[in-house]
């Protein structure tokens, strides 16, 4: 099996061999930041009829850890377009984190068509250090499609548990690897490194549910579904909340 997921890869990659060509030459990856948050604008989009009822019934209960004011601190991390906007509470307080700068643009759209919230800040930085947060000075963090993303799932859940006070909470909904015994999960392997290229270093094999457990919260609450996306890849989902 290992050899025919090598050899396949071999096959996509000289497919691919352009893209794959200017990733070595230290070209690729700049210019994919520029192109791809005007493809999430569209994507998100997309995801959002066909995950809607999912994040109604995930965030359904994020007010309940507002904090003393009873005005609710969020922070976004992996915001992208701001697609998660119209699932949160009326009068909540925004924070948004994101690598790539490129996004502003289209967040700003979102928060233009989202009133109903406070929005305070853009912060560019990736989820592993966001030391222009505060420890201790949010509610609930919350991240969609992120952790296929970030470069080391250890650093950035340390990093989402020092922001959250105690008692706050971490939501999340993420595509993960399929069942390893499963066709999916072979061609997931098979077709990752061009998927990580062509998606901005977006990860379809990793078993993202590990180190959730590992992480060390005082509660986790965590579902495994099969999406109704069309495509097959990306239908292995988790989704839920753990409490600091």
Not at 155 to 179: I, T
Not at 182 to 205: K, S, Y
Request: with cysteine; net charge positive.
């Amino acid at each position: 099996m290992t050899l025919a997921i090598q050899v396949l890869r071999l096959v996509v990659g000289m497919l691919f061999f352009p893209m794959f060509l200017l990733n070595l030459l230290g070209l690729w990856r700049e210019r994919c930041k520029k192109w791809f948050p005007s493809f999430m604008w569209r994507a998100t989009r997309i995801y959002n009829k066909y995950t809607a009822s999912r994040k109604r019934e995930l965030f359904s209960n994020l007010q309940e850890f507002a904090g003393p004011s009873g005005k609710l601190s969020l922070l976004e991390v992996g915001c992208g377009t701001g697609t998660n906007f119209k699932f949160y509470p009326p009068g909540c307080r925004v924070t948004c984190v994101d690598p790539n700068p490129n996004f502003e643009k289209f967040l700003f759209k979102s928060v233009a068509e989202n009133r109903h919230l406070q929005f305070e800040r853009f912060v560019v930085a990736a989820g592993e250090d966001m030391s222009q947060v505060d420890e201790g000075s949010v509610d609930v963090v919350v991240c969609t499609l992120v952790l296929c993303s970030v470069q080391s799932q250890e650093k950035f859940l340390r990093e989402v548990r020092r922001v959250l006070r105690p008692g706050g909470a971490y939501f999340f909904l993420e595509h993960v690897a399929d069942e390893r015994s499963t066709w999916n999960f072979f061609w997931q392997q098979v077709l990752d490194p061009a998927w990580n290229l062509l998606f901005a270093g977006c990860n379809i094999t990793r078993e993202s549910w590990k180190n959730l457990e590992q992480a060390g919260f005082s509660k986790l609450r965590l579902q495994h579904i099969q999406g109704t996306l069309p495509c097959p890849l990306l239908k292995p989902h988790i989704y839920g909340y753990a409490v600091k």
